[in-house]
């Protein structure tokens, strides 16, 4: 099993797959021929999130604080094109993830 590739992380993140380069599998992300292909999202995953409000991130069942990750033109257009995540998920994500 590969080892994950960050130190301390949080709670439902180390709960994830880890992919070969040690990275956590987010939920959003599509599984083909048995690996995960971060450039395409699951379109399964994007209807349980928003119809069993799971968070984006982690899959995790939500609470009742919402977190959205968002870029300049999202805060621009005041719209998310993501369902919402819990804020540790979403701060690490930010933190962890490339641009």
């Not at 021929?33 to 995790?60: H, Q, T």
């Not at 369902?83 to 930010?94: E, I, K, L, M, N």
Request: glycine share 6%; charged share 25%.
């Amino acid at each position: 099993m590969t080892e994950p590739r960050f130190k301390d992380l949080p709670p439902r993140i180390a709960k994830l797959p880890i992919d070969e380069r040690g990275y956590p599998v987010p939920y959003f992300v599509e599984w083909i021929d048995g690996k995960p292909d971060f450039r395409v999202m699951s379109s399964k995953n994007l209807a349980r999130a928003v119809k069993y409000r799971r968070c984006w991130i982690c899959g995790e069942e939500l609470g009742r604080f919402l977190c959205f990750t968002i870029g300049p033109m999202c805060g621009v257009n005041q719209i998310s094109s993501e369902p919402p995540s819990h804020y540790d998920c979403a701060r690490f994500a930010v933190s962890a993830c490339p641009s």
